[in-house]
């Protein structure tokens, strides 16, 4: 990762902790910019310790929700970015509370991102890969036509130079703003990992807090295998749809990483803390497999 | 043209208005002998320009509410007069459901068998539980792939009929793969060897369309609409509030002449002056033509041209702005 | 269809139409040989008019269960037999109640049948089709060597010929009485029927009363198209055993035709009457989009 | 071996109680001073081969229950043996369920990727009620196909370990297609072009065990079972009644041993004497030689290899007459 980078995604962290970590009643800078509370089981500690923890907190084990460069900083050992100067334009001319435009640029400005995407190529030890992460902390993480194109490009360079697949998703789904530019994003990402699947080249999906909606219903449930991380909540439907429609509550563990594996959605739900090296053992052993199988066309059924 | 064939829309009104007025001019005229019939016939003309206008210059809310309408012709309806000797319809995912929501099977057109798939609703409390509205569970995606699959197999072109409010949000959907169902079908669809045509004959809402959506051609019919998110989901998400379902309705350009301006379809199929509904067989006659003319051509490609080209197709769309310095 | 069979089919008719044909109360024979009571409705007709309507009561629309060579005649125009000197062996010298080999020979005697199968060619006006018709009243319609070969053969000629293929099941399951032979026939079958379908050829299955186990989870249900016919029961394990080890009663549609099409199983439930003009029709528009649409090679996915 | 490991099995009995015997005189021998070391040495001599004939010797309704022990070495515990480092299990089916009946994932044998897929049974109530008894729903089937197609893709070598009753006689498995769902799974296993090796654990049971049994080579422990139905069942249905499981295990001719002398498994993996309940460690190292042989030369052939002598493996079983006049 570029120092730049990763300086970057230092930055960012408070912002991406936003509003989990931060204890709303407290008013002492020092202690916000140093410490962090658990969301879950409120026990404090210093911020360096829990960044040191993968920003999982070591009491309760709760995942807090990371940006972009911070996960590839924790799932790399170098990784060069792809097409990074692509940036959301405003084919609708949209506006509603505010106009898109003027989004994206508040957007960019919080953040420090062009999109809600960051693709390139990855390295663990001597193993590349290709790799998309997400962040929320962009516009919730929302699918528009900078989003489909970089991570179609990516799986185009990963049929062009042989590699393994892998996605970080977290997401709220299509991005409202492109209409119907966002939506067909779905396909064009879908038809690219369909040419991918024929290659027989591996792609795992990981889908972090939160992926829900075009991202659920497209290349985030395409996976060879589908890892969940610890803690995720993943759907199509939000939560507030359902139940509106249904008129019904709906139990506590809907939607989360173990309840999708209890119905059969996911391969694995995996801590942070294993991420690396469990990315790490498949990409090897099905790259192995591979090259010991020969072409894939004479596997084809 | 008395009595409105259907419970006039609001925007309607006023043309039954002015329409009831001549006629009861008409009737004056006749009672009293008096002769109005060169004011009757400038009101009539102008009253026929007014209606004309104002079909001619619908909102998109307007639009939608005729993509809506009951009397719309569905899935089911086009499949039979389109094919009215040849339906077998086929049932069933072969895993537990046959969801009503999706209707599919074999007809013939263009003197060859054709399989057919489409989301149905329902007119009337009864028949809406039977095909949920429209909104299809995961199985009924499955069951559509299952069809899709068949048709490849044995090279028949394939016809979707979109009209959706979008995949099902119920806690058995998301239970049973709901994001997973309509992903699998957009990468499948996209590997099938034989023409695809989709037509939106109403609401085309969302991945829910898409799941049967991923074809060579589409066509839209003219009032009908293409949307990522329902104008009231969109409302309600953006505006904090469904009341601006109006403005999202603008807002995300879902109207068949947006997505043909975006070049996302093909081609536009008009409909009578009021929308579909006023003339549900003139309506489909336009459907088969439109299909007459894009599978004629389709079938003349390749299984690689058809892929191929179904690539390029969704691969090209998108908006964004890219500096030529980085890569 | 050889006038030989023709007679046979008639000579058969009696016997397949036990026990539900018959009205045990009635002792006069004149009316057994001339007269049929619905197992349904009650109702009593002349048996010609019955076998005339395909065995179906006029008034209430009940299927009776008929015999192979009835149901030939009922789908063909012509039918030239095939493989119909195969006969079962007692592979595991098998002695229940009696000895399996003297079994065979009863019910070869009673039925006039060498097997629960006849499989051959048939005809419907000028379109040729593979075709294999399970006989119930051999011993229950049960897959033991000679079903699974004689299918196999089938599926072999199909391939070799480039013929659509059917096949009606009937069938209790696997005959208990050849062991792990009659398993493996359930793999034989299947993997036969994997090569018809990467040869891209029509398989259509239709599930007659009554079809369960073995037939059921293998040659049955891997048609392209399935059809049941209306009134027939079709599962996998039977009802008893299932009530035994769930505990609870069943609902009374249970297994029935429309109860698969309702769960999705079966693309359609067809009326006897209306089978043979279906049967036809769908080979037919198969046959025509095969011709039209090149090789099946060129659409393997 | 004064007490005995297990409960014994009333055909072991006589077995513990000849020991017993034995060590009683041992013991009077230590409290009397009286020597009976050559008598001892010669009774023992003699248990041990009276031993050695009972397990030699074991009634196909004896091997039934040691089939059925509870403690003989289930999928999981062959899986976390044959590879200690590498497990990557999968779940689910990816269309609502995650069948516990069914085992399966990534091991790493032979030095290279291996999916292995299995029916476990459970030990005790609890875990009996997670995997039922061992018994696959619908689900089960489709996600061992899921892991086979997984396989398939990347060119991993299957290996299937099959200990089921049968395939889940119940309301919900009817409705999802159980039948089906094994009809497809033989169909698909048929076409894979990787090299498949079952081995059956305890019991391989009807419909059930085939839906994860189309191998290139079948292996059976000592003491397995494989049949078309279970003693009891068939019984209930030829005796008409359960009490004469015996003679029909007899009958159905089940064991490994009948089995390989009908040439339609490749072999039969030792277990320790008594049955691999006695040393599951031994009964699993057992199985990994088997295997080793068998994937070490079924990676040599092509994939074209594979499926054609799969196919023959399955098309040469039969026993019937044909004359020769007729075709
Ligand atoms: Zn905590
Ligand atoms: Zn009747």
Known sequence: MPLGHWFASKRNNKASLNPESVNQKLTDGDFERLWIQCYNCSERFPKKDIQENRMVCSACGYHFRINSWERIHQITDSFEELNASLRPKDPLNFTDTAPYAERIEKTEAKTNLKEAVITGIGKISDTKFALAVMDFSYMGGSMGSVVGEKITRLIETALEENLSLIIFSSSGGARMQEGTYSLMQMVKTGAALAKLHEAGLLYISVLTEPTFGGVTASYGTLGDIIIAEEGARIGFAGRRVIEQTIRQKLPADFQTANYLLKYGQVDMVVQRQQLKESLYRLIQLHQKSLTLAGPVSSRQL | ?327
Chains 1, 3 share one sequence.
Not at chain 2, 51 to 57: E, I
């Open chain 2, 1 to 327: 043209m008395t009595q409105p064939l259907f419970e006039p829309f609001d925007f309607e009104k006023p043309i039954y208005t002015i329409q009831e007025k001549i006629e009861e001019l008409m009737r004056i005229s006749e009672e009293t002998g008096v002769d109005f019939q060169s004011e009757i016939d400038k009101l009539s003309a102008r009253a026929e320009a007014f209606r004309m206008n104002v079909y001619k210059n619908l909102q998109p809310k307007e639009k939608v509410q005729i993509a809506r309408h009951p009397q719309r012709p569905s899935a089911i309806e086009v499949i039979r007069q389109l094919s009215p000797q040849t339906w077998f319809e086929l049932h069933g995912d072969r895993a537990g459901q046959d969801d009503q929501a999706v209707v599919g099977g074999i007809i013939e057109f263009l003197d060859r068998p054709v399989m057919v798939v489409g989301t149905q609703k329902g007119r009337g409390m009864k028949e809406n539980l039977v095909h949920n509205f429209g909104m299809p569970n995961p199985e009924g995606y499955r069951k559509a792939m299952r069809l899709f699959s068949h048709a490849n197999k044995f090279g028949m072109p394939i016809v979707t009929l979109i009209d959706t409010p979008g995949a099902y949000p119920g806690i058995a959907a998301e239970q049973h793969g709901i994001g997973i169902a309509i992903a699998h079908n957009i990468r499948e669809m996209a590997r099938l060897r034989v023409p695809i045509v989709s037509i939106v004959l109403g609401e085309g809402c969302s991945g829910g369309a898409l799941g049967i959506g991923v074809a060579n051609e589409i066509y839209m019919l003219e009032h009908a609409l293409y949307t990522v998110i329902s104008p009231e989901g969109c409302a309600s998400i953006l505006w904090r509030s469904p009341e601006y379902a109006a403005q999202a309705a603008e807002s995300l350009k879902i109207t068949a002449q947006d997505l043909f301006a975006f070049e996302m379809i093909e081609g536009i199929i008009p409909e009578p002056l009021g929308g579909a509904h006023y003339d549900p067989q003139m309506t489909i006659e336009s459907v088969r033509s439109s299909l007459l003319s894009s599978l004629t051509t389709l079938t003349q490609l390749s299984p690689e041209e058809l892929v191929e080209q179904r690539y390029q197709k969704f691969r090209k769309i998108g908006a964004f702005e890219e500096s030529v310095l980085t890569r």
